[in-house]
């Protein structure tokens, strides 16, 4: 059978979100800027859209810019933050296990002159809030740190962290990527005391090409792009009517049913990791994940990309990390300091709503067969 366990690179579109979206492209196709009843209708379901979407995520409609992707979202947070703090300083404080959508633009700012702190996880894959304190300094001006690692699972402190911060100086921005964390745990931006945060479509049932950005009412960050007048003239151009129907769409279906879909991921989870133990000898859990939807594994001897070929061809899709990683070593597991052998067999597993028992058992089916294969060589 075909197995699909890669779901924290991507998901499978809800049908909710398909129709959805494709009502907008042929049906209500309308701009929503034109000021005509057909435009403006257009724009009527643009704002109850928004309105579904900030109903997930817990903030007030207006607090919300739609983005095409987490890439986008952690970029802008990231510019913004440092324009915003340009006469305060230029030290920025992260991990050493974020996404490249927030390690890449750092790197690019480091090359002009800022310096870049990166707070190492302990072996658990969790970043200690007293090493934060302590990176702590008068030239801060942001502190970006994901809230679920995409290839950990792990959920970080930042609740604690955006408060060891503010209580240090109310003036440093704090960022958070959620785009793993976004609907599989519990959170709202005010609870976590974050004054930016980014969501992205795809990792729970909308298509591709679109996200969202938190920006806490009453900051002034600089706008995305330069243009019309579009999302309040901070992200301009023509909004994407029919990913924003397929997002709200498919947030209006998980947050109604996220009790149940949430202990399915964390049920589905638990099996994987009993039936991975018990019937593939020599397997390693790296990470059983604080969220409910990933995990990661090690096979030590056995390459991950060997790994993730040789399961594939019998049609289980697992990955060796984030796939923005194209087969690269993963700097996420890299930093957790473990043992070469270990390190080179890893694999992420993780679920959707939609995944069921019998893909895990594929999965297992599929290792034993490498196994086998391999002493039978």
Not at 65 to 71: E, L, N, Q, V
Not at 171 to 176: M, N, V, Y
């Amino acid at each position: 059978m075909f197995a699909y366990l890669d779901n924290a690179a991507t998901t499978p579109v809800c049908l909710e979100a398909a129709q959805s979206a494709t009502f907008e492209m042929v049906a209500g196709y309308g701009n929503p800027s034109a000021r005509y009843a057909f435009g403006q209708n257009a724009a009527k379901r643009l704002q109850e859209n928004r309105t579904t979407v900030a109903r997930a995520l817990g903030c007030l409609p207006e607090e919300l810019y739609f983005t095409s992707c987490g890439t986008e979202g952690d970029n802008w947070a990231i510019q913004g933050a440092v324009e915003y703090g340009r006469r305060r300083g230029r030290h920025i404080i992260t991990t050493a296990i974020e996404h490249s959508a927030v390690l890449e633009p750092l790197k690019a700012l480091e090359a002009k002159g800022y310096t870049v702190t990166r707070l190492k996880p302990d072996r658990s894959g969790h970043v200690s809030p007293e090493d934060l304190r302590a990176a702590l300094r008068e030239d801060t001006v942001l502190v970006s740190m994901m809230l679920v690692n995409n290839e950990l699972g792990t959920l970080q402190p930042v609740a604690e962290c955006a408060r060891i911060t503010k209580a240090y100086c109310p003036d440093i921005l704090f960022h958070t990527d959620a785009v793993q964390a976004f609907l599989k745990v519990p959170f709202t931006p005010k609870e976590l005391g974050v004054d930016l945060l980014t969501i992205s479509g795809h990792k729970v049932r909308a298509p591709k090409g679109i996200g969202a950005q938190y920006i806490r009412k009453g900051l002034k960050l600089p706008p995305l792009l330069r243009g019309g007048g579009q999302e309040g003239a901070m992200r301009p151009g023509t909004e994407p009517t029919a990913q924003i129907a397929a997002l709200a769409s498919a947030c209006s279906s998980w947050y109604d049913q996220s009790e149940e879909y949430n202990a399915r991921l964390s049920d589905l989870k638990n099996y994987a990791l009993e039936q991975l133990q018990a019937n593939v000898p020599g397997l390693e859990v790296v990470s059983r994940g604080d969220a409910p939807h990933i995990c990661a594994v090690s096979l030590p001897g056995y390459p991950s990309e060997m790994l993730v070929r040789e399961l594939s061809d019998r049609g289980v899709c697992v990955s060796s990390g984030s796939a923005c990683h194209k087969g690269k070593p993963s700097h996420v597991f890299a930093a957790l300091g473990l043992p070469k052998r270990t390190l080179m067999g890893v694999l992420r597993i993780s679920f959707s709503p939609a995944t069921v028992q019998e893909e895990v058992d594929a999965l297992v089916d599929g290792l034993q067969e490498i196994q086998s294969s391999r002493v039978g060589a």
